[in-house]
C-alpha cells in the first residue's frame, strides 16, 4: 500500500463505521484490562467527535481511519488514531502521524496508550518515549518537530 491519503473533517455519518472500527482495534486490549464496554465506548467516541479536531482518513476515497489532534499551548495531544486493520504495518499510520504532527510545527506530540497493548511498539519507533503512567494507560511523548529550514 502506499501511504498516500487524504484528511478531512469528521461528519455525522462518519460516527457509526468509525465507532465500530475503534471497537474492533480496541477491543483485545480493553478485555484484557478488564475496561471493555460498549456503552463507554460509544460515550468516549462522541466525546471525541469534533470535526474541529477528529479527521477521517481516506485512502482511493474509502474511510480506513481517523486521528484526532488537539493542539495544546505546549503540546499536541493524539488520541482516536484508528486504523483498519488491513491497512496497518504498511506505513500509512507513520505518514498520517507526520503529516498531523508536521502542521503543528515546535509542538511536543502526546499520547496515551493502553498498557500492553501491541500500539507501543509503533509509537516507539515513531520516536516516543514514554514519560508515565496512569492506571491503564501509558504516557507518551516525542520532541517538537522542527520545521523545514528552521
Do not use: N
Not at 61 to 66: M, T
Not at 97 to 104: D, R, T
Not at 128 to 146: C, H, K, M, N, T
Amino acid at each position: 500500500m502506499s501511504a498516500a491519503f487524504t484528511l478531512r473533517p469528521v461528519e455525522e455519518a462518519d460516527f457509526e463505521p468509525l465507532l465500530d472500527l475503534s471497537i474492533r482495534v480496541l477491543r483485545a486490549d480493553l478485555e484484557r484490562v478488564g475496561r471493555f464496554d460498549p456503552e463507554r465506548r460509544r460515550s468516549r467516541m462522541r466525546a471525541g467527535f469534533d470535526p474541529a479536531t477528529l479527521a477521517a482518513i481516506e485512502v482511493d476515497g474509502r474511510v480506513v481511519g481517523c486521528i484526532a489532534a488537539v493542539p495544546a499551548k505546549d503540546h499536541l495531544e493524539i488520541h482516536s488514531f484508528y486504523l483498519e486493520p488491513a491497512v496497518q504495518g504498511r506505513g500509512l499510520g507513520a505518514a498520517v502521524l507526520s503529516a498531523v504532527a508536521g502542521a503543528h510545527p515546535g509542538l511536543v506530540v502526546r499520547i496515551e496508550v493502553l498498557k500492553g497493548s501491541r500500539a507501543h511498539r509503533f509509537w516507539e519507533k515513531q520516536g516516543f518515549v514514554r514519560i508515565g503512567e496512569q492506571a491503564v494507560d501509558w504516557l507518551y511523548e516525542s520532541p517538537a518537530r522542527v520545521p523545514p529550514g528552521s
